[in-house]
């Protein structure tokens, strides 16, 4: 079914974000000379994804999931040429950050998209093995992102950069189409009734609370982004501050824990691990992880729990997708998993605002320990509550 192609898809798109995502701090940073603004830009991007989530969702039970894809694509890439010319028409950074926003709410709607169909391209594969081959694709594409871009960047201005990015979205979206005339899969068309724009997310809310398990399932991926989330805003302050690395080093690390996210899930595509044990075994790590940065007095042990945090974060993720798409029916699965998804991310902006209160790295160590204790006790009382239910079953 040129599986293959719609995976180079996956990859494309993702290195072309990935591209915008790097580029849009730095350029900001150069023009102002100015930290913060830097910081604003980034925000400015990124905050429109997040909040695009439910809406998306909800979209995608509606619309062809097949047909919003391939738009996300094509207008990416529509977004950032027309962006480069108003640049060059106009001028004003302003541009850059606006075509990474519009950009950002695209790839938003490219991602949903992707969630709706996986479970049904999943039919003759097996679904944690197709979902361990489109997060190692995603997964390169978010490493060699910024690589990309840095180069090209060294080499071209700022406007060629966005030009190439666009270039890439286009092969994403040839690539799929590639994949889609020799797919054998029969995609589901949405049978979302029209209603209030508000219903949807009413509806996503009501499965949240009420569908067995799901609640319990969000709980426990916000603990997990809280934990990832404090772990990268703090990682700078941890590594060169607390225990003194240089900024070379600190770029090494991440780079390692890429590698670990991609060399955890060719063992999930190559072994057959229980789903039980792969959501314990992943939560369990990301825990250990958290306890050894906040608690290692060397570099060695802190970047052994930051990879372990990095590194199974992804392990959890397939559990939690899978768990998710055997609870969610079929025709409420864009908006239930775009409010969700939305719920489970809160927490990472919030870990940021609370390393942010703590600039001393001393002080830091103290934060991510108590992260790790809440974490923790989500667990514990996720397990409590599961083995209830199971002996509320039995009886």
């Not at 591209?19 to 100015?34: C, G, K, M, N």
């Not at 809406?55 to 999931?65: E, I, N």
């Not at 990416?76 to 709410?105: D, H, K, T, Y």
Request: net charge positive; charged share 10%; glycine share 10%.
């Amino acid at each position: 079914m040129k599986f293959p192609a719609f995976l180079f898809s996956l990859f494309l798109s993702r290195l072309a974000d990935q591209i915008l995502l790097f580029l849009v701090p730095l350029v900001v940073f150069q023009v102002t000379q100015d930290v913060a603004w830097s910081g604003y830009a980034f925000a400015a991007e990124t905050l429109p994804r997040f909040l695009s989530f439910p809406v998306c969702g909800a979209l995608c039970d509606r619309v062809s999931p097949l047909k919003l894809l391939r738009g996300s694509q094509i207008l990416r890439a529509l977004v950032c040429v027309l962006g480069v010319l108003a640049n060059e028409a106009m001028g004003g950074i302003g541009w850059l950050v606006g075509l990474s926003a519009v950009c950002g709410v695209l790839t938003t709607q490219g991602v949903m998209a992707r969630e709706v169909m996986l479970p049904q391209i999943a039919t003759q594969h097996g679904f944690d093995k197709v979902l361990a081959y489109a997060q190692t694709a995603e997964q390169t594409g978010t490493v060699l992102g910024p690589l990309v871009a840095a180069a090209l960047f060294a080499l071209w201005p700022w406007q060629a950069v966005v030009g190439a990015a666009a270039g890439f979205f286009l092969l994403a979206d040839v690539a799929t189409s590639y994949w889609r005339r020799g797919n054998s899969v029969r995609l589901h068309e949405p049978q979302g009734a029209p209603g209030h724009f508000l219903q949807p997310i009413i509806t996503a809310l009501g499965h949240v609370l009420r569908l067995p398990g799901l609640l319990r399932l969000t709980m426990l991926t916000s603990g997990v982004n809280l934990m990832l989330g404090t772990t990268l805003a703090s990682a700078a302050a941890m590594v060169t501050g607390l225990h003194q690395r240089s900024a070379t080093y600190y770029a090494g690390l991440q780079t390692l824990g890429a590698v670990a996210t991609i060399a955890i899930l060719l063992a999930i595509i190559r072994g057959s691990i229980p789903l039980r044990r792969m959501g314990v075994t992943a939560y369990a790590l990301i825990l250990a992880g958290g306890l050894l940065t906040a608690a290692s007095t060397s570099h060695w042990g802190y970047a052994a729990g930051f990879l372990l945090v990095i590194g199974f974060d992804k392990m959890f993720s397939i559990y939690i997708r899978i768990h998710r798409q055997r609870i969610i029916p079929a025709q409420d699965y864009g908006k239930t998993t775009g409010v969700i998804v939305l719920l489970n991310n809160l927490t990472q902006p919030l870990a940021g605002l609370i390393v942010g209160a703590f600039a001393d790295a001393t002080q830091t160590r103290g934060v991510i320990f108590a992260v790790c204790l809440l974490v923790g006790a989500i667990g514990v009382a996720s397990a409590v509550a599961a083995r209830r239910k199971t002996g509320a079953t039995q009886a």
